[in-house]
T-cell receptor, first 107, second 112 residues
Framework: LAKTTQPISMDSYEGQEVNITCSHNNIATNDYITWYQQFPSQGPRFIIQGYKTKVTNEVASLFIPADRKSSTLSLPRVSLSDTAVYYCPALGNKLIFGAGTRLAVHP | DTEVTQTPKHLVMGMTNKKSLKCEQHMGHRAMYWYKQKAKKPPELMFVYSYEKLSINESVPSRFSPECPNSSLLNLHLHALQPEDSALYLC???????????FGEGSRLTVL
C-alpha cells in the first residue's frame, strides 16, 4: 500500500515561493502522484498530478525525481488564501491520503 | 456543471435512527467514492464504486451501507451508528483511471 510522508506544518509569508516535499514509500510503478488542497470544513481540491519529471499548471508546479520516491509541490508567490492543508496521495487503484502538511501564510 | 452536491450539509441522529446521506454529480464520472474525515485528520477512504458497482470496501462496518442507484447518484445509508462515527462524510467522483477527484462539501454527521 502506497504510504506518503510529509512535514506536519510549514510557515511562509505572502509573496514567497513555498516548496512542500512528500516522500512516497512503496510507490508502485503504475501509481501517479497527486496533490490536493483542503480548507477547513470543505472537501479536498485537486491541484496537480504527475508521473515523473516536471508538471506545471496555472496554480502550481510539481517536481518528481527519476526514482519517484519523492515529489515537491511548488507554490509561487503565496497569498493568505493559500493557508490550507496540502496532501500528496499516491494513486494506485485507490486514493489514500496521508497526514498532510498544514501551511500557514503570514502577512 | 463541475460540482458534486451532498445533502444534507448537517445531520444529527440518535444511535437507533436510520438516515441516509446523498451525493449527486452530473459530470459523467463513472467512479464515485465515500470518505470519512475526523477533525484534524486526513480523509479516510470507505467505499469506491466503478460503473455503479462496488469495487472497494475498506473494511467498513456494516452499519454503513452504500448504494449507487445510477451513474449520477451515490447514497450512504446509516443505521445503529455510534457516537464515534460522528465526522465529516465526503463524497467524490472522478473519471476512471485518474487521480483527479472532485469532492463535495461534505455532510457533517453528529451521532448522539
Amino acid at each position: 500500500l502506497a504510504k506518503t510522508t510529509q512535514p506536519i506544518s510549514m510557515d511562509s509569508y505572502e509573496g514567497q515561493e513555498v516548496n512542500i516535499t512528500c516522500s512516497h514509500n512503496n510507490i508502485a510503478t503504475n501509481d501517479y502522484i497527486t496533490w490536493y488542497q483542503q480548507f477547513p470544513s470543505q472537501g479536498p481540491r485537486f491541484i496537480i498530478q504527475g508521473y515523473k519529471t516536471k508538471v506545471t499548471n496555472e496554480v502550481a508546479s510539481l517536481f518528481i525525481p527519476a526514482d519517484r520516491k519523492s515529489s515537491t509541490l511548488s507554490l509561487p508567490r503565496v497569498s493568505l488564501s493559500d493557508t490550507a492543508v496540502y496532501y500528496c496521495p499516491a494513486l494506485g487503484n485507490k486514493l489514500i491520503f496521508g497526514a498532510g502538511t498544514r501551511l500557514a501564510v503570514h502577512p | 456543471d463541475t460540482e458534486v452536491t451532498q445533502t444534507p450539509k448537517h445531520l444529527v441522529m440518535g444511535m437507533t435512527n436510520k438516515k441516509s446521506l446523498k451525493c449527486e454529480q452530473h459530470m459523467g464520472h463513472r467512479a464515485m467514492y465515500w470518505y470519512k474525515q475526523k477533525a484534524k485528520k486526513p480523509p479516510e477512504l470507505m467505499f469506491v464504486y466503478s460503473y455503479e458497482k462496488l469495487s472497494i470496501n475498506e473494511s467498513v462496518p456494516s452499519r454503513f451501507s452504500p448504494e449507487c442507484p445510477n451513474s449520477s447518484l451515490l447514497n450512504l445509508h446509516l443505521h445503529a451508528l455510534q457516537p464515534e462515527d460522528s465526522a465529516l462524510y465526503l463524497c467524490a467522483s472522478s473519471p476512471l483511471n485518474t487521480g483527479e477527484l472532485f469532492f463535495g462539501e461534505g455532510s457533517r454527521l453528529t451521532v448522539l
